[in-house]
């Protein structure tokens, strides 16, 4: 059985037939580009969306980072930290620790799992910084020169984590 | 009733200390070995004895230095073995929860 054929029209040497079955399968194919491309920019607008929020989420770390530098200056000259101080560095670190566990748990929930090492990499010098800052905290008189010096290069070598991390999440 | 499902619940803020000392007796008051033998351990095997689980709850406090949590856990763990402390430990820290996972490295020995 011979299918229904359409002319559309004959333009010289150009002559447009097609039959009901090309035209459904046109119909379907166009569809499927639409469709397909849809899910691609949806898909784009999502990781855009995704990256966005990780570079954000790293900021904020950078920001807790250098508020907490800027609380361990108080204490450089002298090294004896009154109780209002060892707070105040305290809760730095704390809102510090908090922007990098907010990090992992994005990331985790993104499922980036390619940025993994890189987060472990600054969770690692969080938790340095953690023992170096916090457990002078707990004794007389406080921090030394030494120390100090100490936390002031693992914050650098942090903040460079993070920053690395951002390009990560860029070239992503 | 399940025995399972008991637990032997600790509250460090309340039932210890907010202000969290250093590691040792030695070096201060409030340590982290002052906790694990007066606290953490007689919970822990009062908590074994029953078969029950172990509830830490780290909220309410200033603040812990490392070296407290890791004498503590790490130190009960060198004690009594690092599985059968995981095994039945469960830990709350909304205040901070990022010390759930440092405590579970200083317990697995990963870091001290």
């Known amino acids: 059985m011979t299918e229904p054929v359409h002319v559309f029209g004959s333009f010289g040497w150009l002559e447009l037939k097609i039959t009901v079955g090309e035209l459904a399968l046109a119909i379907s194919t166009l569809a499927a580009a639409y469709w397909i491309t849809r899910f691609i920019q949806k898909r784009q607008a999502n990781d855009e969306a995704t990256r966005d929020l990780m570079i954000k989420l790293c900021e904020d770390a950078l920001q807790e980072l250098s508020a907490l530098s800027g609380a361990m200056e108080d204490c450089s000259s002298d090294c004896k930290i009154e109780d209002a101080g060892r707070q105040r560095i305290r809760r730095h670190m704390q809102r510090f620790s908090n922007s990098v566990h907010t990090i992992e748990v994005a990331a985790a929930k993104a499922t980036l799992n390619k940025l993994t090492h890189r987060i472990t990499e600054v969770k690692d010098l969080r938790q340095t910084l953690h023992t170096q800052i916090t457990d002078p905290l707990v004794t007389d008189p406080g921090l030394n020169p030494d120390q100090l010096r100490q936390i002031e290069g693992t914050v650098r070598q942090t903040r460079e984590a993070l920053i690395t991390l951002q390009l990560a999440i860029i070239q992503q | ?112």
């Open chain 2, 1 to 112: 009733m399940n025995v399972a499902e008991k637990t032997v619940s600790i509250n460090v803020a309340q039932e210890f200390s907010k202000t969290p000392g250093p590691r040792f007796r030695s070096e201060g008051n409030f340590s982290g070995e002052q906790f694990r033998e007066e606290i953490l351990e007689p919970k822990f095997l009062s908590a074994t004895a029953e078969n029950a689980r172990m509830f830490v709850d780290l909220d309410g406090g200033y603040g812990y230095a490392t070296s407290f949590l890791e004498e503590a856990f790490g130190g009960l763990a060198r004690i009594h073995g690092e599985d059968r402390l995981l095994r039945i430990l469960d830990l709350k820290s909304d205040e901070e929860p990022y010390l759930i996972d440092d405590i579970k490295r200083y317990i697995r020995g990963e870091r001290d």
